[in-house]
T-cell receptor, first 113, second 111 residues
């Protein structure tokens, strides 16, 4: 089944404790992206990647890191999480051609206390 | 900063009614997507429009991209309770690989 998977689905952590949220897709998509969704602010893009070893900042990259060492994986790293990073996070992958489209994972709900 | 404004923010209608959701911007987009999101799940792509003036139909849903590629609309005919959800528009700009999402329209269809 074609899908985007994220782990963990739920995470409660404390300020400053490094964490990684994994994202994997099995559709051989070149494009992958991370978003956060907050009430009243909608979905905002954190980072995206056009291909292996090619990443760039979205609109809200502060406090986050990413890497793309393999085509299928795109982990999101929070080196020192803070309470303002409490949010619902989505990974997406897709095609970037004339009719670009994205397929989203199920989401990771992160709480930083 | 590019912005996509959606209206209305909330909509509660009776089953069988028609409705239109709008997505507006001052920016030109090379493509625009519509998604539906249900609680606890990720957004699901409904359609992508790329040509100014383009109209696409998906069963009871009709999507239109404005002639100037700055706005779009989603029209639902004879809404059903299964249409309930959060509808999101998202635009991408030629030459970048970024997506901008609207803040969404929360639709509730009452049986």
């Amino acid at each position: 089944e074609a899908q985007v998977t994220q782990n963990p689905r739920y995470l409660i952590t404390v300020t400053g404790k490094k964490l990684t949220v994994t994202c994997s897709q099995n559709m051989n998509h070149e494009y992958m992206s991370w978003y956060r969704q907050d009430p009243g602010l909608g979905l905002r893009q954190i980072y995206y990647s056009m291909n292996v070893e090619v990443t760039d900042k979205g609109d809200v990259p502060e406090g986050y890191k990413v890497s793309r060492k393999e085509k299928r994986n795109f982990p999101l790293i929070l080196e020192s999480p803070s309470p303002n990073q409490t949010s619902l996070y989505f990974c997406a992958s897709g095609l970037w051609d004339r009719e670009d489209e994205q397929y989203f994972g199920p989401g990771t709900r992160l709480t930083v206390t | 900063t590019q912005l996509l404004e959606q209206s209305p923010q909330f909509l509660s209608i009776q089953e069988g009614e028609n409705l239109t959701v709008y997505c507006n911007s001052s920016s030109v987009f090379s493509s625009l997507q519509w998604y539906r999101q249900e609680p606890g799940e990720g957004p699901v792509l409904l359609v992508t429009v790329v040509t100014g003036g383009e109209v696409k139909k998906l069963k009871r849903l009709t999507f239109q991209f404005g002639d100037a590629r700055k706005d779009s609309s989603l029209h639902i005919t004879a809404a059903q309770p299964g249409d309930t959800g959060l509808y999101l528009c998202a635009g991408s700009t030629s030459g970048t690989y970024k997506y901008i999402f609207g803040t969404g329209t929360r639709l509730k269809v009452l049986a």
